[in-house]
């Protein structure tokens, strides 16, 4: 089945520094989304790319889908506490089964 | 107010023992998943429905079982033959098979 590998596992900032994570695939995807998870809770779903070279932006995060469709970023512009969490990507199949990556723990120095 | 719940939020086991996690959503999704999360580790999929009446074994099927026979309910049963069943267990709900998940809050399963 597909994989989905995602780096780095653990990133570690000081407050107004940038941070990026990164997902790869071996097989080319239909599609990607991103979610977050805070400390003790739940995934949320951030957003979802479709087009090769798409690129869109939420405030302060810009997520990119390669040109390929085998590869993502999120990066984050001058990160504050509140991003702190786990970043996980998905990436989908032709048949729509999404598979997530191993997250990559942000963590936040004031 | 629409949402995805699961219950309870924490449970604990024998080991032995065969459990049952549920899941309902009222968001009128047709596809629903299990994941089981460990400590530092991503989401591996056990189970995912795309349709009431039908599911399919995810990565991590052994031990575990499923049934889907309402579209708004999910449940998954932890059966004695999983080897470490502990674990943080997430379901989710998509509106199709592809589209945004929605997560549950999630059941901390401990088996000692």
């Known amino acids: 089945g597909q994989q989905v590998m995602q780096i780095p596992q653990y990133q570690h900032v000081q407050e107004g520094e940038d941070f990026t994570t990164y997902c790869n695939s071996s097989t080319t995807l239909s599609n990607i989304q991103w979610y977050k998870q805070r400390p003790g809770g739940h995934p949320v779903f951030l957003i979802q790319l479709v087009k090769s070279g798409e690129v869109k932006k939420q405030k302060r995060l810009t997520f990119q889908f390669g040109e390929a469709k085998k590869n993502s970023s999120l990066h984050i512009t001058a990160t504050q506490t509140t991003d702190v969490g786990t970043y996980f990507c998905?990436?989908?199949?032709?048949?729509?089964?999404?598979?997530f990556g191993a997250g990559t723990r942000l963590t936040v120095k004031p | 107010d629409g949402g995805i719940t699961q219950s309870p939020k924490y449970l604990f086991r024998k080991e032995g023992q065969n459990v049952t996690l549920s899941c309902e959503q009222n968001?009128?999704?047709?596809?629903m998943y299990w994941y089981r999360q460990d400590p530092g580790q991503g989401l591996r999929l056990i189970y995912y429905s795309q349709i009431v009446n039908d599911f399919q074994k995810g990565d991590i099927a052994e031990g575990y079982s499923v049934s889907r026979e309402k579209k708004e309910s999910f449940p998954l049963t932890v059966t004695s033959a999983q080897k470490n069943p502990t674990a943080f267990y997430l379901c989710?709900?998509?509106?199709?098979?592809?589209?945004?998940?929605?997560f549950g809050p999630g059941t901390r399963l401990t088996v000692t």
């Open positions: 968001l009128n999704h047709d596809a």
């Open positions: 989710a709900s998509s509106k199709v098979p592809g589209y945004e998940q929605y």
């Open positions: 998905a990436g989908g199949d032709n048949n729509n089964d999404m598979r």
